[in-house]
């Protein structure tokens, strides 16, 4: 069994694994290599998931943690938060809408999508590495 105490580690290297995905993926079908950008975002889709789960079952299990610092890097701590919070939960249908699009070969919608919901999730996960490390190693609790 994992200790609960190792849960938001395991997330912040799960995010950061997906948005390396993420930025391979785009390099990938940027050189038409279709192969490997779909291997790289359905690598990323699988993190992602694994992330949301292990998230989910930590908060489940352990509540809240309170940011402790405060003036400025408070509120940009916040502000971080709120916007990975909001795009965390828009992304996911677009990611599963972008797939499903991929999946089914239809690519012409597939891209109308991909150029939204790429960078969103790339913000998302790279935000959840900063909100990891502003919250457990910025100001870590006593």
């Not at 200790?3 to 930025?23: G, K, Q, R, V």
């Not at 502000?79 to 677009?94: K, M, R, Y």
């Given at each position: 069994m994992i200790?609960?105490?190792?849960?938001?580690?395991?997330?912040?290297?799960?995010?950061?694994?997906?948005?390396?995905?993420?930025?391979a993926g785009f390099v990938c079908i940027r050189r038409k290599k279709v192969l490997a950008h779909k291997t790289c975002m359905l690598s990323a889709a699988a993190t992602s998931t694994v992330f949301l789960i292990c998230y989910l079952w930590y908060h489940a299990h352990h509540g809240v943690t309170r940011f402790r610092g405060s003036g400025a890097v408070r509120s940009l701590y916040f502000?971080?938060?709120?916007?990975?919070?909001?795009?965390?939960?828009?992304?996911?249908?677009?990611v599963a809408i972008t797939l499903l699009r991929a999946l089914r070969r239809n690519f012409r919608r597939h891209r109308e999508i991909a150029r939204w919901a790429l960078p969103l999730w790339f913000y998302v996960s790279v935000t959840g590495v900063l909100v990891y490390w502003m919250l457990y190693h910025l100001y870590p609790s006593a």
């Open positions: 200790p609960l105490s190792y849960f938001p580690a395991i997330d912040a290297t799960l995010n950061a694994t997906s948005a390396m995905l993420l930025a502000a971080l938060l709120g916007s990975h919070t909001v795009l965390a939960a828009v992304i996911v249908p677009l």
